[in-house]
C-alpha cells in the first residue's frame, strides 16, 4: 500500500501508532523467526512415529503392501533415525528423552547387539524415578506386574512399539498380544498414508483441470472484492497493533500468569491443564484484536449485503464444497514445496509447539482442548484478520495478485517459524485465491479448518 494512500485522511496521533506498532511487530517477529531456529523439528518425531508403526505393522503386512509401506529394512531405517535424533539432541546440547533412549536399547536388542543394548538399559537403570524401574523390569524379566508396567509406560509416555516391546521383554509374548498390536499399526500406518495419498492425488487432477479450464478462458469468474472500508493505517494498527503488540506479546504476559495461577488451584492432571492454559491464552489472544477490529467496523457507515467481512455462511453446502476442493488442490503445492526445502535446505527445525504437545499427548480432554483450538478457534481467527481485512484491503490498493501475496506472506511470517514459513506461504497462497474466487470467509475458515484438521488427526493417529 503507498504510503499517501495509507496515511490519507489518518489522523496523527493513529499513523503515529501504527508506525510504532509495526517497527514493534517487525522487532519481535524477526526475533521469533530466529528464536526458531533454536527450536526441535516435529518432521524428525513424524519421521520416527511413521518408522515404529512400521516396525510394529511389518509381521501383518501382505505383498503389495509390505512393498509399498515396508520396503527395504525398516528396522535398520528406525535404528538410524534413533541414532541421528540423539547425535543431534546431543549437538544441542539438550538431554534426550527417556522413551527415546529406552527404545534405543530396545531396537539394539531387536537387532541382536544384546551386549550394547544391556549397557544401555544398565545406565538408564541408574537415572532414577519411573525409568530406572522400567529398565530394570525389562533387564529381569517377571519382576513386574502388567498393572506394574503400565503406570511406569505412562509416567515416561511411551510411544507404541516402546509400550509393546517393553511388555514383551518384561512380561513376555504370549501376555502383550503381539498380532493386535500388528493389526492397530497397520490401521494408523494406512490412515496416514493412504488419506493423505489419495488427497494428493486428487487434488493434483483438481489443479490441473483448474489450469485446463483457465486455458481455454472457461473458469469461473472471481467474485468483486467486497471488504471492510478501512485504509492501509487501520489495517496496520489491526495487524500490528492488535494481532502482534498486544495479541502475541502484551495477552501472554498479562494472562498468562494469572492463567496458571488459576489452574494451578484446581484438582486436574498435568496433561489437562497444559490443554485448558493453550486454549484459555488463545481465546485471550483472540480478543484483543477482535475488540479493535469491532471497534474500528462500528465507526464505519452501513455496511454492504454479507457485513463487512463477507463471511456469508450459507448456503453451507456451497462453502463446503469451495474449501473441500481449495483444500484439495492446495495439498499437493504444499506438499511439493515441504519435499523441495528438505532436498534444498534440509530440516531447519522451529516446529509450532502445539504439535509437539499433540502428537506426544495421549489424554482425551487435553486433545479436544488441542483440537478445539487448531480446528475452530485459529481458523476462525487467523481468517478474519488475514483475508476478512488485509486481503480485500491489500487488493484495493495493490490489485488482486498483490494482496493474495502480502496476505500470504504476513499470514506466514505471524506463525514464527522460518522451518514452516514456505509451505505455510503456499497454504496462504490457496486461502487467499479461494477468498478471491468465492468472494466468502466462511469457505476460507472451512478450509483452514480442514488443513488444521488433517494436520491434527495425522499427529493424534502417530502418536497413539
Known amino acids: ?47 520416527l512415529r511413521q518408522l515404529e508403526l512400521t516396525v510394529l505393522a511389518e509381521p501383518n503386512l501382505k505383498p503389495p503392501l509390505r512393498q509399498w509401506l515396508a520396503a527395504g529394512d525398516p528396522l535398520s531405517a528406525l535404528d538410524k533415525a ?50 530406572q524401574q522400567l529398565a530394570s523390569g525389562i533387564t529381569s524379566p517377571g519382576s513386574l506386574s502388567a498393572a506394574e508396567l503400565s503406570n511406569l509406560l505412562k509416567a515416561i509416555n511411551g510411544s507404541s512399539l516402546v509400550r509393546q516391546w517393553s511388555c514383551e521383554a518384561a512380561l513376555g509374548d504370549n501376555r502383550c498380544d503381539r498380532t493386535g498390536s500388528a493389526q492397530r499399526a497397520t490401521t494408523q500406518l494406512l490412515a496416514v498414508t493412504l488419506v493423505p495419498g489419495l488427497g494428493l492425488l486428487l487434488g493434483l487432477a483438481l489443479l490441473l483441470r483448474e489450469l485446463w479450464l483457465r486455458w481455454r478462458g472457461r473458469s469461473t469468474p472471481p467474485a468483486p472484492w467486497l471488504g471492510p472500508a478501512l485504509s492501509g493505517v487501520d489495517v496496520v494498527l489491526l495487524v500490528a497493533g492488535g494481532f502482534v503488540v498486544v495479541g502475541e506479546l502484551l495477552t501472554p504476559l498479562v494472562v498468562g500468569p494469572l492463567l496458571s495461577t488459576l489452574l494451578q ?28 477490529l469491532r471497534w474500528m467496523l462500528g465507526s464505519l457507515p452501513a455496511p454492504p449485503e454479507g457485513g463487512w467481512l463477507q463471511f456469508r455462511w450459507w448456503p ?52 479436544a482442548c488441542f483440537g478445539l483450538t487448531a480446528i475452530v478457534l485459529a481458523p476462525l481467527f487467523e481468517e478474519t484478520i488475514f483475508r476478512g481485512v488485509l486481503l480485500p484491503v491489500a487488493a484495493k490498493h495493490l490489485g488482486s495478485l ?44 472451512w478450509m483452514h479448518a480442514l488443513w488444521n484438521s488433517l494436520t491434527f488427526m495425522n499427529l493424534v493417529v502417530l502418536g497413539w
Not at 537387532?111 to 545406565?123: N, T
Not at 506472506?409 to 509451505?423: D, Q, Y
Open 82 to 131: 534413533l541414532n541421528e535424533q540423539i547425535n543431534q539432541d546431543a549437538e544441542a546440547g539438550r538431554a534426550s528423552s527417556a522413551d527415546l533412549l529406552l527404545e534405543q536399547a530396545l531396537v539394539q536388542a531387536r537387532q541382536g547387539q544384546h551386549e550394547l543394548s544391556s549397557r544401555h538399559l544398565d545406565a538408564l537403570g541408574s537415572s532414577g524415578g519411573a525409568l
Open 1 to 47: 500500500m503507498s504510503a499517501k494512500n495509507s496515511a490519507a485522511g489518518s489522523p496523527g496521533w493513529k499513523l503515529g501508532l501504527a508506525l510504532v506498532s509495526l517497527a514493534l511487530s517487525l522487532l519481535l517477529w524477526l526475533n521469533g523467526l530466529l528464536d526458531s531456529l533454536n527450536r526441535p523439528s516435529v518432521g524428525n518425531a513424524l519421521n
Open 265 to 292: 488451584g484446581l484438582n486436574l492432571n498435568a496433561a489437562l491443564k497444559q490443554g485448558l492454559s493453550v486454549v484459555g491464552l488463545y481465546g485471550a489472544l483472540m480478543t484483543g484484536p477482535l475488540l479493535i
Open 316 to 367: 453451507a453446502g456451497l462453502n463446503l464444497r469451495m474449501a473441500g476442493k481449495g483444500f484439495l488442490m492446495v495439498l499437493p503445492l504444499v506438499s511439493f514445496t515441504g519435499w523441495l526445502q528438505g532436498k534444498l535446505l534440509g530440516d531447519p527445525g522451529g516446529s509450532n509447539p502445539l504439535l509437539e504437545l499433540v502428537l506426544n499427548s495421549h489424554n482425551i480432554p487435553a486433545l
Open 402 to 445: 498483490w494482496g493474495i501475496v502480502l496476505s500470504a506472506a504476513v499470514f506466514a511470517v505471524a506463525h514464527l517459524s522460518l522451518g514452516e514459513f514456505p509451505p505455510l506461504l503456499v497454504l496462504g497462497l490457496g486461502l487467499g485465491w479461494l477468498r478471491w474466487r468465492s468472494g466468502r470467509l466462511a469457505s476460507c475458515v
